[in-house]
Nanobody
Framework: QVQLVESGGGLVQAGGSLRLSCQASGMIFKMGWYRQRPGRQREMVAT???????DYADLTKGRFTISRHNAKNTVDLEMGSLEVEDTAFYYC???????????WGQGTQVTVLS
């Protein structure tokens, strides 16, 4: 079982920026971020593999940037040009290998104020 510890999040004005970070307890094939907006299902925000292959949701492409440090087992999400619609609970996501069970962090709240 992979342990994930998230940091970052909080309150920000629309148009502002925030950074989320996630530390994994071991080496991970794929890491990333999902979010759950009020009244909606959890959705992918961005993911990145150990080889650097990135995937972004259309809603966040161009505004959010994902990066990882393999040696430190960390993944960061730089969120820019934040919109009220980005308000959500953000969860760190990890798969130890390609078909491994998904591990989730405890989540961190991001609230964007208009």
């Amino acid at each position: 079982q992979v342990q994930l510890v998230e940091s970052g999040g909080g309150l920000v004005q629309a148009g502002g920026s925030l950074r989320l970070s996630c530390q994994a307890s071991g080496m991970i094939f794929k890491m990333g971020w999902y979010r759950q907006r009020p009244g909606r299902q959890r959705e992918m925000v961005a993911t990145i593999t150990s080889g650097g292959t990135m995937d972004y949701a259309d809603l966040t492409k161009g505004r959010f940037t994902i990066s990882r440090h393999n040696a430190k087992n960390t993944v960061d999400l730089e969120m820019g040009s934040l919109e009220v619609e980005d308000t959500a609970f953000y969860y760190c996501y990890a798969r130890a290998w390609s078909n491994a069970p998904i591990n989730w962090g405890q989540g961190t709240q991001v609230t964007v104020l208009s």
